[in-house]
């Protein structure tokens, strides 16, 4: 938003200045543009500081509600070796190490992010109907190399009309190849 609003002042400023020849326009919109960004600036500032200021009130009851559970926590019972061997299990059970859980997940969830955007992918390509073919420029009349050399070329088959035996190709002259045998059919 921020982009789109500077480049509209900006041309409206240039506008002024070369097209309209009204300095006093041009001056008008930069004092305009530069109260409008000020007083937005003024206002993101303050926004920050209230949710930073709110955010650290959160994190100071959070942790007074921890060192309250601290106190009131049952020592003996959380030292004990069946509670530390349980601990143990479970920490190796979510990933080996405590920190690393969280970064496993988000590993989970970007890879079945992946696997989604993949069979969309396919899905698309397999209702489009389409096929490449390798084909030698060798026999094909309005080359430059009919009859001349082997040239190996990519085509991209997009419509075949059976009723005429014709062929509709989006040739990729980016992919040749230089052909070693005699094959002459496209």
Do not use: P
């Amino acid at each position: 938003m921020n982009v789109i609003f500077n480049l509209i002042f900006a041309r409206r400023i240039l506008d002024a200045l070369f097209v309209w020849h009204q300095l006093n326009q041009a001056v008008y919109y930069v004092i305009l543009f530069g109260s409008i960004n000020l007083v937005l600036q003024v206002l993101k500032n303050i926004f920050y500081l209230f949710s930073t200021n709110e955010k650290n009130e959160l994190q100071k009851e959070f942790e007074l509600f921890l060192y309250k559970k601290l106190v009131l926590c049952d020592y003996e019972r959380i030292e004990s070796s069946h509670f530390l061997e349980q601990k143990e299990k479970a920490g190796y059970y979510i990933g080996g190490q405590w920190g690393e859980f969280g970064k496993q997940l988000d590993i989970v969830f970007e890879l079945f992010g992946n696997i989604i955007v993949l069979s969309g992918m396919l899905l698309l390509l397999l209702k489009l109907k389409f096929v490449f073919v390798f084909g030698n420029l060798r026999v094909l009349y309005y080359s430059e190399h009919y009859m001349k050399s082997d040239w190996m070329h990519l085509f991209l088959i997009t419509k075949y009309s059976s009723e005429r035996s014709l062929l509709q190709t989006a040739t990729i002259d980016f992919i040749k190849f230089t052909v070693l045998s005699n094959n002459s059919t496209i």
